[in-house]
């Protein structure tokens, strides 16, 4: 599509960057299903915030990783990922900044709805993940600049969101969700690993010295086949009855992923290998939910 046809409501669908909100969405979704399938209720509702507010931090953050890497100069001509609105000359970085305070804020209003249910640890996971949202690329040291990127991404995109979930659906807490969120935050740890080593040498260029940096690609693609074989195994030992059969169908994927980042040479190899790996959280969800649902 050129840029000339590309409508401004268009160019800021692209800069939300709607591809990612499966990674936010699923971890939630396995946080109610488990509820669920745990307590036989379903608080429509909180549900329905709890999403909303996910949403909300994900498309805020993009946004302001938008603008704050074009401010810091990572998003040059170089870069072989999709194209970015600021670099792009869509908007300016104020605008986009703008945009990414007002999600920001559409999340602290829903947070507000559901902390009228859950009480002080919701507060907590909220102020912490709207923090961690604007630090991943803002403030003096940046989480996305550094090599703890793929923790952040554990926390908050596989037990914060699981855990979060699930507290928020039955006011209780437990191990089993907080192990779910732990096996899922994997993949989606995997997703950022490939971003970065897509943009390695533009990265180091910027002064970005991620996990992938201190790695390498070989180790990071043995890193790499780790995050996505480790959650069938950690997800069928969390005890979720009916769930094992269903979720071995998830390790051949993994391998076929795995071979698939070993024989990527380029950007658009990387750009479709990036797209896939997020696709494979939403594929275990599914089949984690498929065996609740078959109890």
């Known amino acids: 599509m050129s840029e000339q046809v590309i409508s401004p ?29 745990a307590t036989g209720q379903f608080a429509l509702m ?8 996910a949403m909300a931090i994900q498309i805020g953050t993009n946004l302001h990783n938008d ?35 007002v999600m920001f804020a559409l ?7 559901l902390l009228a249910r859950g009480g ?8 912490a993940s709207l923090a961690a949202g604007y630090a991943y690329t803002g403030g ?30 039955t006011l209780t807490f437990g191990w089993t969700p907080l192990l779910t969120g732990f096996a899922l935050g994997l993949p989606a740890a995997a997703v950022l690993l490939v971003n970065n080593y897509r943009d390695l040498e533009t990265d180091r260029a910027a002064g970005r010295r ?9 180790r990071a693609r043995l890193l790499y086949t780790l995050l996505l074989l480790a959650p069938a195994p950690i997800l069928m030992s969390a005890g979720l009855p009916g769930t094992h059969w269903p979720l071995l169908a998830a390790l051949p994927l993994a391998i076929i992923l795995s071979l698939g980042l070993l024989r990527a040479a380029d950007g658009a190899a990387l750009n479709a290998q990036l797209a896939r790996t997020a696709l494979f959280q939403t594929v275990l969800v599914v089949l984690m939910i498929v065996g609740l649902l078959l109890l």
């Open 67 to 101: 603008a704050a890497d074009f401010e810091r100069g990572t998003d040059t001509p170089d870069r072989l990922g999709p194209p970015r609105a600021t670099a792009q000359g869509w908007f300016s970085a104020r605008q986009v900044k703008t945009a990414a305070h």
């Open 120 to 127: 002080w640890p919701i507060l907590l996971v909220g102020l």
């Open 9 to 37: 409501l268009n160019r800021w669908i692209q800069a939300a960057r709607p591809k990612t909100l499966p990674l936010t969405l699923a971890p939630v979704l396995a946080g109610i299903a488990l509820a669920v399938a």
């Open 140 to 169: 003096p040291r940046p989480i996305a600049y550094g090599p703890f990127g793929e923790i952040y991404v554990l926390l908050f995109f596989g037990m914060a969101a699981v855990g979060g979930s699930y507290y928020l659906q």
């Open 210 to 218: 991620t996990l992938c940096h201190y790695l390498g690609r070989g």
């Open 107 to 113: 999340a602290f209003l829903l947070g507000l709805i």
């Open 46 to 53: 909180t549900a329905l915030c709890t999403l909303l507010a």
